[in-house]
């Protein structure tokens, strides 16, 4: 079992930047798969973006180029690294692992808006 807490979610003007962290209860280096998704009101949740512990990274095609996702193994921690930011990027982002099962967090909001 993996339990993940998502922090940094805030309010921040168009153009801004923020940066999620999402805390493991255990070592990541056994993860293979992590990754953000997110859902907007009134529409489903989707891939934001993914990472493996072998480095391979993944994108959805409207962060492309504004965001990344990267990993601190020595603080168990996957962090979303997100510029550029625009209206439409505001949701609940949440942290998810793929480890002898799929885990989530319990979410943070992001509100993108001036």
Do not use: H
Not at 5 to 24: F, K, T
Not at 72 to 80: G, H, I, R, S
Not at 83 to 97: G, I, Q, R, W
Request: charged share 15%; net charge positive.
């Amino acid at each position: 079992q993996v339990q993940l807490v998502e922090s940094g979610g805030d309010l921040v003007q168009p153009g801004g930047s923020l940066r999620l962290s999402c805390a493991a209860s255990r070592s990541i280096v056994s993860i293979n798969t992590m990754g953000w998704y997110r859902q907007a009101p009134g529409k489903q949740r989707e891939l934001v973006a993914t990472g493996t512990s072998g480095g391979s990274t993944n994108y959805a095609d409207s962060v492309k180029g504004r965001f990344t996702i990267y990993r601190d193994v020595a603080k168990n921690t996957v962090y979303l690294q997100m510029n550029s930011l625009k209206p439409e990027d505001t949701a609940v982002y949440y942290c998810y692992a793929r480890f002898w099962g799929d885990y989530w967090g319990q979410g943070t909001q992001v509100t993108v808006s001036s």
